[in-house]
């Protein structure tokens, strides 16, 4: 079993994680570790950026050995807003610290009649201690709902309805969201990759 470093310490990505990489033992990210960056302008390079800093400051700080750094980076990107919040989606809003809030202002930002097409993207960087770092991806369509519903998932889950359902990810059992979302996606093709290169 691989120790992998988690770069993150959104508390919603490590219960997903720890469901959809159950051959990873997942080293978490330090309390006093310094914030990553996300500068890039995709999802790709805010997800490079974090893992290889992740892995530059494991390198001077770490507590355990691991065996590589995971990195995330996902968003909302909604058809209406051009695209937006996309690569911001973790600082859309920052003076609203409820997600509840920040949905609600969201979705009024919709005009009326807009089209409701969204899809959540993301993407891991896979940066081992030996070797070059890799990006796989994941994606999930769907359309955005009218209201807040739901109180499971976490973020923007509970506006966001994936295609062929009428519940939002707020609203569906866990099980059923770990089938379909651009996390589970993109966790599949990485331990597809993480197979292929055993071989």
């Not at 469901?19 to 997800?47: C, H, I, M, S």
């Not at 995330?72 to 058809?79: K, N, R, T, W, Y």
């Amino acid at each position: 079993m691989l120790n992998v470093l988690l770069a993150s310490r959104n508390a919603g990505k490590l219960r997903e994680f720890s469901v959809l990489l159950p051959d990873l033992r997942l080293v978490l990210w330090p309390a006093e570790a310094p914030e990553l960056p996300e500068t890039g302008a995709f999802f790709q390079d805010n997800a490079l950026q974090k893992a290889e800093g992740a892995l530059a400051w494991w390198r001077e700080h770490g507590t355990e050995p691991v065996d590589a750094v995971l990195a995330d980076d996902s968003g909302l990107c909604v058809d209406a807003l051009w695209g937006g919040p996309g690569v911001l989606s973790a600082r859309f809003a920052p003076d609203l610290p409820d997600y509840r809030d920040k949905n609600h202002r969201l979705l009024a930002m919709l005009p009326e009649g807009a089209d409701r097409g969204a899809r959540f993207v993301c993407v891991l960087a896979f940066a081992p201690m030996k070797g070059h770092p890799f990006t796989v991806g994941g994606a999930v369509e769907g359309t955005l709902a009218f209201d807040h519903r739901g109180a499971g998932g976490f973020g923007y889950d509970p506006i966001f309805m994936p295609d062929g359902y009428d519940h939002t990810f707020g609203e569906l059992p866990p099980e059923t969201k770990h089938t379909l979302s651009h996390r589970a996606r993109a966790c599949a093709a990485l331990r597809e990759r993480l197979a292929s290169s055993k071989n």
